[in-house]
């Protein structure tokens, strides 16, 4: 077309208690997205009296709809309302950029992360169990093209009938930006890190495996090492009973809770290692935010985060503790193989551009526009 293409693009999971990946993938793709001179790109939220925290803030202009959220997602999923033009006025493409599917009348192109609640139904609550399948159902449904960060979600996708010429593999991308000795130092001072430390980064949930992660670690008993966790809590976990495993080891633990995005590259660049083992992702960013800090990862092979690392992280399965244990302690006694590790792990996160990701997203605007 020759005029702009106009799009409207969920932004709602930047306000929630969790932004998680989702938040973070959608705020980068729309940043590399405005370079795009034939987009008109517009946010669609919920009514918020508040902006969401400065790191998960869109960088384009929001519209609000006029219900909260709860009862927003409720509403379009039972009654198919309101629907995004109430405050857009007319769009050429509504993207939703999480398993919330609005109505609309225009062209609806769906990102679907992961379809992880389908192979266990334990990874969610009870009302998320729910809300993820009325949601995948109406982007089975409704949606001319359906974006996937992997090949991994693309093949959920085709298990739980997704027709797969609907479906485009859309990376996520990452900041190549190299923290600098001061700035790993000054981390390691804010938050008492005086010790090599093994590094998790996630939502604290089952599917993450922190039970792995601290058995592998326990494995390590007596060594002069830390154990650092940072991310939010979410459900269906108790992080503390968990960490108790470690309380006669010698291993130190620090649980930073969430921090922004500004922080994590120190922290992820001053560790040993960094450990994975999720038992199921839609992509593994956390992998790719380690690999671009040329820290060396330890991740679970068979999953998305083995498509992201390729042949630059030690791949283990994450179901076997022992092996998880014996990737750590690989690279905690192996200084040179744990550096050339995170050499070629750098490298390799240097592919992935939010660029790529806005190109490819762009694509799929324009080809249900036409």
Known sequence: MDRKCRVAVTVEQCWHRVPGGTATSTIGTLAALRAHDDLDLVGVAARHTDPPPEAFRPPVAVRHLPLPRRALYESWHALRWPPVERVTGPVDVVHATAVAVPPT??????????????????????????????????????????????????????????????????????????????????????????????????????????????????????????????????????????????????????????????????IYAGAAAFCFPSLSEGFGLPVLEAMAQGTPVVTSSGTATAEVAGDTAVLVDPSDHGAIGAALATLLDDPGFASDLGARGRARAETYTWDRTAALTAAAYHEVAS
């Open 105 to 266: 009348r225009a062209p609806l192109v769906m990102t679907i992360h992961d379809l992880a609640f389908l192979a266990d139904p334990r990874q969610a609550t009870r009302h998320g169990n729910r809300f993820f399948r009325r949601g995948t159902e109406l982007a089975r449904r409704h949606a001319r093209l359906v974006l996937v960060p992997s090949e991994a979600t693309a093949q959920e996708c085709r298990e739980a009938g997704f027709d797969p010429d609907r479906l485009r593999i859309v990376p996520w991308g990452v900041d190549p930006t190299r923290a600098s000795d001061a700035e790993i130092a000054a981390a390691r001072d804010r938050h008492g890190l005086t010790r090599p430390y093994v590094l998790f980064v996630g939502t604290v949930e089952p599917r993450k495996n922190l039970a792995g992660v601290i058995d592998a670690v326990a494995s390590l008993a007596g060594r002069e090492i830390d154990l650092v966790l940072v991310g939010p809590h979410g459900w269906n976990e108790d992080l503390g009973a968990r960490i108790a495993r470690l309380d006669d080891t010698g291993i130190g633990v620090h649980r930073l809770g969430f921090q922004p995005p500004s922080a994590l590259a120190a």
